[in-house]
């Protein structure tokens, strides 16, 4: 049980354009979810906490309109990132809290923006 | 800000051998985890701990919450090669709403 997917895996696309990552909790529900992205050799850093059936919190420093979060039912939180730059390219992580306070991770999405 | 530093930041060790890191904070926690993750792969939760002074195993995996709530160690014993990976500290607390802080992270190579 408490396994989360993400999709796509990996997606390359150019400068300017919008990549959505899906984020989907496959056995159990999920009113939270979190974001994070993870650059080469660092730790995990929280960008946003998803909420269903209301707006995403975001942490200090994340630019809530280039990332755009949509809670859209209780397994399924999608992660935008619009007008896509090469600063953008990371390893981003979704996660979905079990039962008491530790959380499932995603297998993660590696985006390369050109 | 809630501090936390974890320790070491890279362990390059000999097959069989035993593995021992930790992570301490500036504030008080009343969980911690500890994960495990793999290049290119999210985090992998490998044990949690709930109580103060709560000691812990997994396998050849033990951790122990600290009885100041400040800090936590994990110990792996007998190292294999398939322990290759970061491991990660992750504390939380009731008022961080299910937010993890992360550790800096431990990059654990085995030489077999």
């Known amino acids: 049980g408490a396994v989360v997917s993400q999709h796509p895996s990996w997606v390359i696309c150019k400068s300017g354009t919008s990549v959505k990552i899906e984020c989907r909790s496959l056995?159990?529900?999920?009113?939270?979810m979190f974001w994070y992205r993870q650059f080469p050799k660092q730790s995990l850093m929280l960008m946003a906490t998803s909420n269903e059936g209301s707006k995403a919190t975001y942490e200090q420093g994340v630019e809530k309109d280039k990332f755009l979060i949509n809670h859209a039912s209780l397994t399924l939180s999608t992660l935008t990132v619009t007008s896509a730059h090469p600063e953008d390219s990371s390893f981003y992580i979704c996660?979905?809290?079990?039962?008491?306070?530790?959380?499932?991770f995603g297998p993660g999405t590696r985006l390369t923006v050109l | 800000g809630q501090q936390l530093n974890q320790s070491p930041q890279s362990m390059f060790i000999q097959e069989g051998e035993d593995v021992s890191m930790n992570c301490t904070s500036s504030?008080?926690?009343?969980?911690w985890l500890w994960y495990k993750q793999d290049p290119g792969e999210g985090p992998v939760l490998l044990i949690a701990l709930y109580k103060a002074g709560e000691l812990t195993s997994n396998g050849r995996l033990t951790a122990q919450f600290g009885i100041t709530r400040k800090d936590s160690f994990l110990n792996i014993s007998a190292s294999i090669p398939s322990d290759v990976g970061i491991y990660f500290c992750?504390?939380?607390?009731?008022?961080?709403?299910?937010?993890?802080?992360f550790g800096q992270g431990t990059t654990l190579q085995v030489k077999p």
């Open positions: 996660s979905a809290p079990g039962q008491g306070y530790e959380q499932f």
């Open positions: 992750a504390p939380t607390k009731p008022s961080n709403t299910g937010k993890l802080i």
């Open positions: 504030s008080i926690f009343n969980t």
């Open positions: 056995d159990f529900q999920a009113t939270t």
